[in-house]
């Protein structure tokens, strides 16, 4: 058995990998307690940047008079995933690797009502001089082919454990709930089962991304014309 080998489930005869699988793995290359000391370590990191998320929901409540959020949902990857990906970059299953190649273990994601919203946060975060933003890939700018639109933050933030500062990546991807709505059902669709004339599809699922594209930004509009009329204008002050 070559050194690599042993990092490769494949090697034992697996076509479908479980989570059980990738523990009989991390036991068996005596990576077991590192895996999961990793994870804790990513887990207080997702921790770390929700609560900054949760602080700045608030903030931006009070001085706009109404929340950027409509939720976040959170999740760390499953082992099975992870090894999925590291498998796909033809890179040995290590804790690592993991480490190092892999920025998406923590993710959150930040459904938020408007654009505008997306971006306020965005910059709030680029302003904390705990945060650094290492990727940012804005697909609400320069959508993927298929029409998706979200905006993808890779964050390094630091984790304060007992003995020392530990730095690690969380990646946080903004939607609206238009956004949102449209990537949950496209990839309903998309995986459920094989289709015949996938171009077509393909083209009505972009041409029902722009559809959801406009009605954001309209709905943005009309929130931006709400709030101009709520603001006196200076005949309505001197007549007070």
């Excluded at 760390?76 to 040995?92: A, R």
């Amino acid at each position: 058995m070559t050194g690599d080998e042993k990092y490769d489930i494949g090697h034992y005869g697996k076509d479908s990998i479980t989570d059980e699988d990738v523990g009989r793995l991390l036991t068996i290359t005596e990576q077991a307690e590192q895996f999961e000391i990793m994870m804790m370590y990513f887990d207080c990191a997702m921790s770390q940047v929700r609560t900054k998320l949760e602080i700045l929901n608030k903030e931006m409540a009070l001085k706009n008079r109404r929340n950027p959020f409509e939720y976040i949902k959170s999740r760390l990857k499953s082992p099975s995933s992870i090894y999925g990906k590291l498998k796909v970059k033809g890179v040995p299953f290590t804790v690592e690797n993991i480490e190092n190649t892999i920025n998406d273990v923590a993710g959150i994601r930040v459904i938020c009502s408007f654009i505008d919203d997306i971006y306020s946060i965005r910059d709030s975060f680029d302003v904390q001089d705990d945060v650094e933003i290492l990727q940012e890939k804005d697909y609400i700018a320069s959508p993927k082919e298929n029409g998706y639109r979200s905006l993808h933050l890779i964050l390094r933030v630091p984790i304060f454990l007992s003995s020392e500062k530990k730095y690690m990546n969380v990646e946080v991807q903004f939607r609206t709930i238009a956004m949102d709505f449209w990537a949950s059902v496209e990839h309903k669709m998309k995986y459920k089962r094989e289709i015949n004339n996938a171009e077509i599809i393909v083209e009505e699922l972009r041409y029902s991304a722009d559809l959801i594209n406009q009605l954001d930004r309209r709905m943005l509009q009309i929130r931006e014309r709400i709030e101009r009329s709520e603001v006196p204008s200076e005949e309505e002050k001197h007549a007070k």
